[in-house]
């Protein structure tokens, strides 16, 4: 009975050991990612987020997280990517706990310290082994500078093409010479 009872206490320890090494494994994991990976508790609480999230966010710590959504929207000053607010039902966070999987949803936020983002965000509820929503998962991309390079070089597109048409009126579109005809 003692042999028995040293064997399970072993294979505990083991299972114990294993578990822990599992659990560092994944918070590597989640640390690593560029991208800002935030999760909320069914009550709407921001409860974690990884390092990019942290600095999205403009905070050093975990301390600034937990707060209400009105209070996120209100702090952060979160927007449609129009500018129009964003209501608290239609944040990311609050989709993803509703039960919606969805993604490339468009937002702008200012942080802490004024700098304005344009994100893109994807979401999806976290459900335990009984399919019950648990927790809900957003991770957010910065496409910022994504969005001025596009609007930059479509600008310059634009310019050129009027430069070229002002220069060689002869030219349509695309740079093609109309054919003369007689």
Do not use: C, W
């Not at 640390?31 to 403009?58: C, E, H, M, Q, Y």
């Not at 965000?121 to 910065?142: E, F, K, M, W, Y």
Request: without cysteine; positive net charge; charged residues 25%.
């Amino acid at each position: 009975m003692a042999a028995e009872v040293a064997r399970r206490e072993v294979e505990v320890k083991a299972l114990y050991k294993e578990a822990e090494q599992q659990a560092l494994q994944l918070a590597a994991i989640i640390a690593s990612v560029p991208d800002a990976i935030f999760l909320a508790s069914l009550d709407g609480r921001v409860i974690g987020t990884n390092p990019a999230g942290l600095r999205l966010l403009g905070l050093r710590g975990n301390s600034g997280l937990n707060m209400s959504l009105p209070e996120y929207l209100q702090r952060y000053d979160i927007r449609h990517p129009g500018g129009q607010p964003m209501e608290a039902k239609e944040l990311p966070i609050v989709r993803a706990l509703a039960g919606e999987t969805f993604t490339s949803a468009k937002m702008r936020l200012r942080s802490l310290d004024g700098r304005e983002f344009l994100l893109s965000s994807n979401g999806a509820p976290v459900r335990d082994a009984a399919g019950q929503t648990i927790l809900g998962l957003i991770v957010i991309r910065d496409i910022t500078r994504r969005r001025q390079e596009a609007e930059a070089f479509q600008a310059s597109t634009k310019r050129l093409d009027q430069e070229q048409h002002t220069e060689h009126p002869e030219l349509k579109l695309g740079g093609y010479p109309v054919p003369r005809t007689g």
